[in-house]
């Protein structure tokens, strides 16, 4: 039912930035909660951002660096990275939701995922 597809990602040095993409396929994207997450190699996959009609929420580790947005008119949210540091590697992954469970918001649908890569 919901398609995500993720797009942006690449090489970049140590103190640049990149932007990422995600396309969603839905019947009605604004009804849906968006998030950001990464997972970088021999770890867990961790919460970098999301976006809700209440505000937006970033992970402390990228406060203030990243931004996160949407364009729901073309079922798009972007993850706008900035001041990227080597520990920003990791395949990011778009995420969404419509529904909150007793542990928080619950995502079940998720993008293929995109690499980036900050070098030093």
């Known amino acids: 039912q919901v398609q995500l597809v993720e797009s942006g990602g690449g090489l970049v040095q140590a103190g640049g930035s990149l932007r990422l993409s995600c396309a969603a396929s839905?019947?009605?994207?604004?009804?849906?909660?968006m998030g950001w997450f990464r997972q970088a190699p021999g770890k867990e996959r961790e919460f970098v951002a999301s976006?809700?009609?209440?505000?937006?929420y970033y992970a402390d580790s990228v406060k203030g660096r990243f931004t996160i947005s949407r364009d729901n008119a073309k079922n798009t949210v972007y993850l706008q990275m900035r001041s990227l540091k080597p520990e920003d590697t990791a395949v990011y992954y778009c995420?969404?939701?419509?529904?909150?469970?007793?542990?928080?918001?619950?995502?079940?649908?998720w993008g293929q995922g995109t690499q980036v890569t900050v070098s030093s």
């Open positions: 976006i809700t009609w209440t505000g937006t």
């Open positions: 839905v019947r009605t994207f604004s009804n849906y909660a």
């Open positions: 995420a969404a939701s419509d529904r909150v469970g007793s542990r928080g918001r619950e995502y079940d649908y």
